[in-house]
């Protein structure tokens, strides 16, 4: 909550409010929250690029067709060695020759079809797996994005509702002064009792200021997290008037922790780690493919190769060819090794989990259970120095009771009121930390 308003209270620089405000509920803001939100389009692009990667693994079952063209120059040409019998020589002598041309112009076309690859094979689980643990990304940055975008909207509203009632202190306050310089003119009053007026009447309006430049920071920071021009202003609109009156919907609320966006995504994690592992433990097996290669060879004695009386040389191979892993320096046992690792980290994670959800529960729902105790007993608190400091300003009127007990009964109020909606907040709060516990936080649109 303290970053927030910090960064609100930076970003706030006028404490003029707009001429014109368009409310917005909070099922509002969240859907323009969740329309502009950079982190869940990230999430959505990492979503379709995952897709792709997918889309790359399959090329491999489909048959690789490669074409070449190479051109060759020898300026000397290869010495080969053949047997110098035919040729009337002695026995055991052989005559050095020369074969070829200097120049060689070649094309080749090659084709090859895996058709037995196991740890290919399995590794074709892994692709759903992959898609599930991105679609549970993405659900996880549009919970973050819902609690983030709730919290700045309570906090404004409670922010205002503080505003309101300093607004309400100070007119009190402002009768009240008005009233004691009157009776200073008639020589009922001393000029202190106006000046400590004077200074609580201060003090509150260097509280309204603040309140009007932490509530600008808010809803600047609110209009970033929707997406909308700074100039298009909006006040979030919610109804105040018993800020609990949901709360036994809320207080209903169970844990299921196999049912949490963490929860299903560490499962998946989890298999993912294991089948990676058993594709890698199968790479020691042969695999088998087949080959079709056909090439066409032309020699000249110079670069001329498009002379219309060269002649083309040409063959073709067809074949299966097995591949045998024997050692590969290492690299599948230090791979395997760093897989059953991660493993091991998954367990230590999924063993942490169900506690630490159930920590985060208990401490939500007491959280929740603490402000509620907290709401009824300020709500009580107000209307009581309400009615003390509507009672004090009669008797003050009166002269029965001094202004020091006045001006001390209105400072409880404020103090009182300030409490009240702190306590609405934490409620508030409570609610949010319950509902993303749960991952129930979708329920809020």
Same mark, same amino acid.
């Given at each position: ?9 930076f ?7 707009p ?17 502009n939100?950079?982190?869940?389009h ?12 997918l889309?790359e ?24 060695l ?17 074969f ?5 112009l070649t ?26 643990i991105?679609?549970?990304?993405i ?9 983030t ?8 509203l409670?922010?205002?509702?503080l ?35 004077q ?12 309140l ?8 600047q ?5 929707c ?12 109804e105040m ?9 809320? &207080?209903g ?5 196999? =049912?949490?966006?963490?929860? /299903?995504?560490?499962?998946?994690? @989890?298999? #993912?780690? $294991? ?8 790479e020691?097996l ?16 110079d670069a001329?190769?498009?002379d ?14 097995m ?14 090794d ?24 208990? &401490? ?6 603490? =402000?509620?105790r907290?709401l /009824?007993?300020?709500?009580?608190? @107000?209307? #009581?120095a $309400? ?9 003050y ?30 409620y508030k709060?409570a609610?949010l ?8 936080l979708?329920?809020?649109k």
């Amino acid at each position: 909550m303290f970053p927030i308003l910090l960064w609100s209270v930076f970003i706030g620089t006028t404490n003029a409010q707009p001429a014109t405000l368009r409310p917005i509920t909070l099922g509002e803001s969240l859907h323009l929250a969740l329309d502009n939100s950079a982190q869940l389009h990230k999430a959505q692009l990492d979503r379709q690029g995952i897709e792709k990667r997918l889309q790359e693994g399959r090329s491999g079952a489909f048959p690789q067709v490669n074409f070449g063209v190479g051109i060759d120059y020898l300026p000397v040409l290869p010495t080969q060695l053949i047997p110098g019998e035919p040729f009337g020589m002695a026995d055991n002598t052989y005559l050095p020759v020369q074969f070829g041309r200097p120049w060689q112009l070649t094309g080749s076309l090659s084709v090859q079809q895996q058709l037995f690859n196991e740890s290919a094979r399995r590794m074709i689980p892994a692709a759903n797996v992959s898609r599930s643990i991105y679609d549970l990304l993405i659900t996880r940055s549009e919970e973050d994005v819902i609690f983030t975008t709730a919290t700045v909207f309570y906090q404004t509203l409670q922010t205002e509702q503080l505003l309101r009632a300093l607004n309400a202190n100070l007119d009190k306050l402002d009768a009240l002064q008005r009233m004691a310089k009157l009776q200073l003119a008639n020589g009922y009053a001393i000029p202190t009792d106006v000046k400590r007026i004077q200074v609580a009447h201060t003090n509150l309006e260097t509280q309204r200021q603040n309140l009007y430049t932490a509530i600008s920071g808010l809803r600047q920071t609110l209009q970033f997290l929707c997406g909308v021009s700074y100039d298009d202003a909006f006040d979030p609109i919610e109804e105040m008037a018993a800020p609990a009156a949901d709360s036994a919907r809320w &207080q209903g609320l169970t844990l299921a922790a196999e =049912a949490t966006t963490e929860f /299903r995504l560490l499962l998946h994690q @989890v298999e #993912l780690n $294991r089948i990676q592992l058993s594709s890698l433990r199968a790479e020691r097996l042969p695999n088998f493919s087949a080959y079709a290669s056909a090439f066409t060879q032309t020699f000249r004695p110079d670069a001329n190769f498009f002379d219309s009386e060269r002649r083309w040389y040409g063959a073709v191979a067809l074949g299966l060819k097995m591949n045998v892993p024997i050692f590969d320096g290492f690299r599948r046992l230090h791979k395997s090794d760093f897989l059953a690792i991660e493993g091991q980290k998954l367990a230590e994670d999924r063993r942490q989990l169900g506690s630490a959800k159930e920590l985060e529960f208990r &401490q939500a729902h007491d959280q929740l259970q603490n =402000a509620l105790r907290g709401l /009824r007993t300020q709500t009580d608190n @107000v209307g #009581l120095a $309400r009615e003390i400091s509507d009672k004090l300003m009669l008797q003050y009127k009166e002269g029965v009771v001094s202004l020091t007990d006045l001006l001390n009964a209105q400072t409880a109020l404020s103090e009182a009121e300030t409490n009240y909606w702190q306590q609405v907040f934490s409620y508030k709060l409570a609610v949010l930390k319950l509902l993303k516990t749960t991952g129930k936080l979708h329920e809020l649109k």
